[in-house]
């Protein structure tokens, strides 16, 4: 008996999980175990569903979306997901995935709707990002599934807007060019003005300046108060 027992042991099937999986066994209908990876018997009256727990990367597809304002935006956003509960994942929803997917845009449409289209030029991302992770996260762990990470990927803005946005950020250094423009040329006038009331205040400096100011090979004559006569050089 021993022997037709080893034979029965070595002829059963088996299942080989890789390590990037895992495998639900149910027997009878009811979930037993997960399987981690390996090589293992395949019990009698059992069935397995051999899942892929690596990181899924999935995109969002655009969707138009309103503001506080009123202001329509298209946003997109990527999620970064594994399997958490392999028995969750297979028996709470047929589509989990998709379950997943529509919560990530309540939650987009939720964000939109406290922010304003200017706070979304100034900072397309800022604005969403806050605990929009947490509120997926809880909504998918329902399904089976852990959330690593959820990100707004695209926010467009109406063009009309954009270039609204443009043109003010044109105009405002702009402004501020010229600004410092005429703070320079302000700088310059008080420095001549200074320059000017030294003059006037040391003569002798304003002829040594007037001297230096004249080009090589000029003739100056120095002309004594109170004296007919002059003495010139060059």
Not at 3 to 11: E, Q, T, W, Y
Not at 152 to 181: C, F, N, T
Not at 205 to 228: C, D, F, K, N, Y
């Amino acid at each position: 008996m021993s022997l037709i027992h080893s034979l029965i042991h070595v002829l059963r099937p088996r299942l080989t999980v890789q390590p990037w999986q895992v495998a639900l066994e149910r027997r009878d209908g009811e979930p037993t175990r997960v399987l981690q990876p390996g090589r293992h018997i395949e019990r009698t009256r059992a069935t397995y569903d051999v899942l892929d727990v690596r990181q899924h990367i999935d995109v969002v597809p655009a969707q138009e979306l309103l503001t506080a304002d009123g202001v329509t935006v298209k946003v997109s956003a990527v999620w970064v997901w594994t399997i958490g509960d392999p028995v969750v994942f297979t028996e709470k929803v047929r589509d989990p995935v998709h379950a997943v997917y529509l919560a990530i845009q309540l939650a987009l449409r939720d964000a939109l709707a406290t922010q304003e289209a200017e706070a979304l030029v100034r900072s397309p991302r800022t604005g969403l990002v806050a605990g929009f992770t947490e509120t997926v996260a809880g909504a998918a762990a329902e399904v089976g599934i852990r959330v690593h990470d959820v990100v707004v990927k695209d926010v467009v803005l109406p063009i009309d807007l954009r270039m609204a946005y443009s043109e003010l950020v044109v105009g405002r250094h702009r402004a501020q060019a010229q600004l410092e423009a005429a703070r320079a040329e302000t700088a310059a006038l008080r420095s001549l003005a200074n320059g000017a009331k030294l003059l006037d205040d040391h003569p002798s400096l304003a002829q040594l300046r007037l001297v230096q100011a004249l080009p090589p090979g000029s003739r100056v004559e120095l002309v004594q108060p109170g004296r007919s006569g002059s003495r010139s050089g060059e």
